[in-house]
Each structure stands twice: as structure tokens, then as C-alpha cells.
């Protein structure tokens, strides 16, 4: 196995995240095969119970973890004390070469090289052992085994636009003071850098030039994986892992397809998410102002060409959230619930449609006399004691001509990642569908609703998962697809003339009358001339076009 290290220097927020990932993506399209860890140097033992205002929404994945205290309440340590150095930073090697060799892309045997994103910024108290760790690591796993990334900043102070190159320098001393030793630094600078600042940066941090690459900003997201490659990141990644000779050119077409597609698209769908706000609750001021909010809220609401109620916990901001489904339901506007927005949407019908003015979840009320989403917890082998239903679960549609199985491409089932407790009470669901209001999908034993829809409805759904965890650029999530597709009209003709992934394509018109496109379906990439399939939605600078 070989590892990419990526650390972050001078401030957060650099974008280590889009370089590890697009890194990753470089490689792969080498032929390559890539795993990643991402590493967020905090002490919380159960990531899942953080505020998703603290570092943003828990990302679940198909399998759960393991921590250095369940080792020590296991008494594996004989009772002595548990030391940063060795048991964390022991622990924490061990758990790098453990995860590392677990294929992710569904092919058997460890993937080549490991992909590994260390948060927060070097010279953090928290990430300390982290650091430690990783120094033994890159000397346990050998030279050409272990390449570190570097992301830092370039600012451009002065009207001149002179480059400063101080921070790095810093940041890259701090590096070495802890024992690592940068083999290349991705650098975020606003314009590309300069030949001489390259030159200075490569004197002062002891990397070859050639090994330096400007993260410089650009029009999408999608560009970086591009100027990566434009600047041979690829090259010196490799050349420092021993694995020139297995590697290939990238191949990134599909990338420049969507890239190019993005810059062109002029038309906004708008989707109203709605969610709890801290600034409403916390504060003073807020409540004084809370009249004011309510109305900009819902006007914003009223604007809005679709609706997405995300997952949460807890009953604040919950009445809001009904209202939202409840106009979403009565006015046609395309609905999408997730989690906690498919509860909120199973509430919100019986109390309005079906007349059961007191129905509520029990999390909300526990006391509830029409207890219409409940509790239920489920035996898990590898979540011991936890009641949370975590990580990847079947999903079996029920009804084959509902939209949600079309948008899935008509397949039987789907895997798709829960994070919950609660869930919509099995008892009542022959009432509900009497009702109008249909689950489509359900686990194995049909005693867990999976997915609702109001077949009457231009477009509400609601999932009990979270189809966002799988949701990639080559393959949106095919429930968020449909709710754009419908936010801006265009679900029905998409369901017609694509049952197998839409089409969307760039178009270039030449000077002798015809065009070119690059036309992306299902994430792969061709170029044409003067065609595209039937069913294309097609951006050319105007807007998109089907
Ligand atoms: N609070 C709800 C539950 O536990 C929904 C959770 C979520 O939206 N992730 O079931």
C-alpha cells in the first residue's frame, strides 16, 4: 500500500478536502485503484452525536468505528496507563493500515494507493498526535511508500499583487519541526504563481520546483482535478510513490465535459431548504427580530421552484418544517424529504389529510395519542449498545411504477445510508395508504417504511436514508436529480426519453455552421458532431435546452 498525505498550513478552509479528493481523482484516472481516509483530529469518541454546526453534517458511511477507549473498557491494556505516545499513536497506525485495506470500489483485494486527509491546520494542540503518528508511519512504511501534500496559502497582499510566500514558509518549518517532510506543496494563491516565487518557495522549503502547484482560483470546482493535471501534480505524486511505470496518462475527459458544462449553464433552479437556524434561537436580538425572519422566511419559501426538508434531531424548528411539507403538499411544488423531512411529511398528511390533528413522532412528543412515527430500535452486531439504525440498508420497491423506482433506473432494490432512530409506525400504514399517501419502498421484513410518495403529487418524495451519502459528480443521487428535474419542468420528459441516466451535454458551435459536443451520460464522456441522442439536455451559453 502507498499513502498520500494531505495537510493543511496557515489557515483553514484551504480546500484540503477538494485536493485530497481531486488527488485521488488524478490518480484513479491513471489506472490507478484509491481509497481514502479522512482524518478530523478531535476528541469526541461518537463523531454521530456532533452538531452539524460544529464541522459540518456527519458524513455516514456503509460501516461503523472503533475508539482507543473501547479498547481500554475491553481491558486490553492491562490496566496500565494509556499514553498519547505510544497507545494513540499506535492506535492510530494500526487503524490507518487496517481502514487502508479495505477496497471501497467494490473489487476485490486492497486498492493501491491510499489517499489521506489530515484536518485542521499543522501547529493545532488536536491534531498533535496525529502528527506524531504520521511521522513514525511514514518511517514504518519506508521512502517511496509515503507521499506528503502540502496545502497552503499564497496571499497576494498589495495592489501590485506581489505574492507573499512568508505563511508557507512558516507553515512548512512547523512541518519539519514535527518530523515530516513535504514532497509537494499545493499552494492557494488567486492567480497562478509566479516562475520566481516557485523559485524562492522551492529554496526556502527545500521542494523542487517542479513539485510545486498553484491551486489558483477558478470558475468550478470540477477545474481542480484539471489543473492538477495541467501542472503534473500526477507526475511528481508518482514519481515519489516508485509507480511511474504502472501509471497511464490521465484520462480526464469526463471531467473537462463537466466542467466546461458548468461554466455554461445560466438557468437557477431554486430549491428552499428548510432547516433549524441557530440565529433565531440563540440570541436576543433574534427574538426581538423573530416577526421579521418568520416573514422573509416564508417569502422565501414562496420563491423557491422546489422544497428540501434535510435530516435533524430534536424538535426545534419542527412546526416550521410541517408548514413547509404541508404547502409543498397542497400548492404541487416538488418535495423532497430527508430522514427526519420524510417524518415531517408522514406527520404533516395525518393531521391535514387524514384529520388526526394530535399525530406526531414520538421523539417530539412522547405522549402522543396518534404516535404516527415511533421508536425502533434494531439489534446491530457491529453497533453494540448504540440504538441508532447507521450505515447501509436494503431498500425494496414495492410499487414498480412509482417515480422514485424510475429514477433509480427501474431496479429492484437500492442500498442507500440511515443514520436514525425513529421511523414511521408500521401499524398505521395500511390508514396512510387508504389515505393517498404510498410507501414505495421497504426493508426486507416490509415492517420498515423506506420511501414515501404522493402519486397524485407532481414530484414528493420522502426517504427514510440519506440518499446525499452516495451521491458522487459521475452519479448524482438519483432522488435529488428528480427533485431539479422537477423543480424546473422537466421530470416527465426526463423519465420518458432517459430511463438509463439523463444526457447532458455541452454544445460548441464552429465558425462553418456545425457543432461540437461533449455530451456526458451516466458520467462517462464522447465527443460529437453535429448530433446528440434523443432525450439531451444540452447547455450552449443560453441556458440549458432539452
Ligand atoms: N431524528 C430522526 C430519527 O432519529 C431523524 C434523524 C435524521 O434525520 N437523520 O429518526
Known sequence: MKYVLVTGGVVSGLGKGVTASSIGLVLKSCGLRITSIKIDPYLNTDAGTMSPFEHGEVFVLDDGGESVLEKERKGEYLGKTVQVVPHITNAIQEWIERVAMVPVDGKEGPADVCVIELGGTIGDIESMPFIEALGQFSYHVGPGNFCLVHVSLVPVLNVVGEQKTKPTQ???????????????????????LEDNVKEKLSQFCHVPAANIVTLYDVSNIWRIPLLLQ?????????????????????????WVARATIFDSLTDTVRIAMVGKYNGLSDSYLSVLKAPDAYKAAWNSLKGADGILVPGGFGDRGVQGKILAAKYARERN???????????????????????????????????????????????????????????????????????????????TYVDERHRHRYEVNPDMVPEFENAGLKFVGRDDTGKRMEI????????????????????????PSPLFVGLIAAASGQLDKMLQDCPNGHVVSAKHHLSNGSYTSTVLQNGHAKKLVNGLPNGTYYANGNGVHA
Not at 170 to 192: D, F, M, Q, Y
Not at 235 to 245: G, P, R
Not at 346 to 375: G, I, Q, W, Y
Open 170 to 192: 512558516h507553515s512548512v518549518r512547523g512541518l519539519r519541526g514535527l518530523g515530516l517532510t513535504p514532497n509537494i506543496l499545493a499552494c492557494r494563491s488567486t492567480k497562478e
Open 230 to 254: 495541467d501542472q503534473k501534480a500526477h507526475e511528481a505524486i508518482l514519481k515519489v510513490l516508485n509507480l511511474e511505470s504502472f501509471a497511464r496518462e490521465p484520462k480526464l475527459d469526463e
Open 333 to 411: 411544488v416538488p418535495y423532497l424529504g430527508i430522514c427526519l423531512g420524510m417524518q415531517i411529511a408522514v406527520v404533516e398528511f395525518a393531521r391535514h389529510v387524514m384529520n388526526l390533528s394530535d399525530a406526531n413522532s414520538t421523539e417530539f412528543d412522547p405522549d402522543t395519542k396518534t404516535p404516527c412515527v415511533v421508536f425502533m430500535p434494531e439489534g446491530s452486531k457491529t453497533h453494540m449498545g448504540g440504538t441508532m439504525r447507521l450505515g447501509s440498508r436494503r431498500t425494496f420497491f414495492k410499487v414498480a411504477d412509482c417515480k422514485s423506482a424510475k429514477l433509480y433506473g427501474n431496479v
Open 452 to 475: 414515501i410518495e404522493l402519486p397524485s403529487h407532481r414530484y414528493f418524495i420522502g426517504a427514510q436514508f440519506h440518499p446525499e451519502f452516495k451521491s458522487r459528480p459521475s452519479k
